[in-house]
């Protein structure tokens, strides 16, 4: 049965001492101990060295596996989500025979919380695409969905490559042919799928702009309507007072000429704009 030796990225001297009774490549032993590594898989010789990424709860772990002949040499930047061990975490048993069916079971399981993490985001972009209308929305939450999947596709886009590179190094023969087949094509579900919605969310904001420009279109279209309807008052107004001395107020007969003609000259206007539909939504 094959060894799985996990330690913490900062615990550096112990990597040293590790690594140095392994056999592990200098550089290997630099990148595990330096985070934001690259998603690679590089040989030296006698062991590989792969770069991996999970995404779950909103917080994005990066895995180094450092894979010999007999043991798999895990070097994590952070403690698992749940249980005491990332081995516990990914359920590696005793039942595998060699190290690349212990890596393969490793990487499907962190696939699998990944692909379940991108699913809830999914379901909370449709939400917010649902919400896009209510006049509570607050675009920063669609924002910061949005930065999400640019940080999931930043770090797990090249996931699907990674494997195809496994698959090309390895030449497996066996059960892991269609294993890491299977794993291929579900890193490729999740990249899709995330770019798929990285291009809805993009037009919920379009959309979401849109509605708000509406809505100051709708308020500027009221104004205008009132304003409309005022001019004649301000026209009959200023034209009877430059021109008559009789109005408004040394004859009642021309005074309440002059108010039915300003109040008559407003029910036109009114009805001239409804009959337009200017009224209408």
């Known amino acids: ?7 913490q990225s900062s615990q550096t001297k112990d990597i040293e001492s ?18 934001d590594q690259r998603p690679k898989l590089e040989d030296y010789g006698n062991h590989q060295f792969l770069v991996w990424f999970m995404i779950y709860n909103n917080e994005l772990y990066e895995i180094q596996f450092a894979i010999f002949s007999d043991t798999v040499l895990v070097v994590p930047h952070e403690p698992p989500p749940k249980g005491a061990s ?27 919380v990944s692909w379940s993490e991108v699913k809830r985001l999914f379901l909370e972009a449709e939400e917010l695409e649902e919400k896009v209308f ?29 494997v195809k590179q496994l698959q090309n190094f390895y030449q497996p023969t066996d059960d892991l042919n269609w294993k890491f087949r299977d794993l291929h094509d579900h890193c490729e579900r999740i990249y899709r799928s995330i ?28 104004l205008s309507l ?14 009877w007072g430059m021109n008559f001395e009789a109005i408004p ?11 039915a003609v300003m109040i008559g000259s407003v029910a036109l206007s009114t009805w001239y704009l409804k009959r337009k539909g200017y009224w209408n939504d």
């Open 1 to 7: 049965m094959p060894n799985w030796i996990e330690v």
């Open 18 to 35: 590790i690594g140095k009774s392994l056999g592990l490549h200098a550089l290997a032993a630099e990148d595990c101990i330096n985070r």
């Open 86 to 112: 990332w081995k516990e975490f990914l359920h590696i048993g005793n039942q595998h025979t060699d190290t690349r069916h212990m890596l393969y079971t490793a990487l499907d399981r962190i696939t699998d």
């Open 134 to 162: 209510s006049a509570e929305y607050d675009p920063r939450v669609i924002l910061d969905l949005k930065k999400r999947l640019l940080m999931i596709d930043y770090s797990m886009g090249h996931l699907p490559s990674l």
């Open 195 to 222: 770019s798929l919605y990285r291009s809805q969310i993009a037009t919920t904001i379009e959309l979401f702009w849109g509605f708000q420009a509406h809505k100051t279109n709708t308020h500027i279209k009221k």
């Open 226 to 239: 009132l304003a409309s309807i005022t001019v004649p008052l301000t026209f009959w107004a200023s034209f």
């Open 249 to 259: 107020f040394r004859s009642e007969a021309l005074f309440l000429s002059a108010v």
